[in-house]
T-cell receptor
Framework: DQQVKQNSPSLSVQEGRISILNCDYT??????FLWYKKYPAEGPTFLIS???IKDKNEDGRFTVFLNKSAKHLSLHIVPSQPGDSAVYFC???????????WGAGTKLIIKP | DVKVTQSSRYLVKRTGEKVFLECVQD?????MFWYRQDPGLGLRLIYF???????EKGDIPEGYSVSREKKERFSLILESASTNQTSMYLC????????????FGEGSRLTVL
């Protein structure tokens, strides 16, 4: 039973356009969501997060949107750059780092 | 620059061998974690530790044990490696139990033949 789902294993986007990565969750107790980025042969690095009391958080080219009623969050990258090519993981928590639940990841490919 | 260092990037072991994966962090973090990453499954928590000599089971602890004798070091032990433990193993640390950023090492890819 996957509580956090990233339904797109991969996504291909033209450089300069918007990349939208999606994540769905089933547990209504989740109150904090994070996105991590992972390059091959490296560990994941933290990208951006959002608390359930917000519906949007922005950091430079990265914006995360949270729709609690739909139990859906999305990561928008604008404009997409070649260095954004990586695997993106969505993670959710019910209040503790000991309880992070991770999605399977989406591989983003930015085409020149 | 914060650092989580995993001792071995690539290991090949035989079924039944004992395997040690070492992780060291230089950030004085209280919390350390061991995950495994498999295609299509994301990251799954094996064990975590919130203090020296303290350890708690994660979601998939079977076949693994851990040791935390010093604050900066967290070891993952496979007592008798099996082929289904072939995976990427990721160590992470964090300063607090409150949810927030985890700092990951580069990973250890283990192949069990």
């Amino acid at each position: 039973d996957q509580q956090v789902k990233q339904n797109s294993p991969s996504l291909s986007v033209q450089e300069g356009r918007i990349s939208i990565l999606n994540c769905d969750y089933t547990n209504s107790m989740f109150d904090y969501f994070l996105w991590y980025k992972k390059y091959p042969a490296e560990g994941p690095t933290f990208l951006i997060s959002i608390s359930s009391i917000k519906d949007k958080n922005e950091d430079g080219r990265f914006t995360v949107f949270l729709n609690k009623s739909a139990k859906h969050l999305s990561l928008h990258i604008v404009p997409s750059q070649p260095g954004d090519s990586a695997v993106y993981f969505c993670a959710a928590s019910a209040g503790s780092n000991y309880q992070l639940i991770w999605g399977a990841g989406t591989k983003l490919i930015i085409k020149p | 620059d914060v650092k989580v260092t995993q001792s071995s990037r690539y290991l090949v072991k035989r079924t039944g061998e004992k395997v040690f994966l070492e992780c060291v962090q230089d950030m004085d973090h209280e919390n350390m974690f061991w995950y495994r990453q498999d295609p299509g499954l994301g990251l799954r928590l094996i064990y975590f530790s919130y203090d020296v000599k303290m350890k708690e089971k994660g979601d998939i602890p079977e076949g693994y044990s851990v040791s935390r004798e010093k604050k900066e070091r967290f070891s993952l032990i496979l007592e008798s490696a099996s082929t289904n433990q072939t995976s990427m193993y990721l160590c992470a640390s964090s300063p607090s139990s409150v949810v927030g950023e985890l700092f990951f090492g580069e990973g250890s890819r283990l192949t069990v033949l």
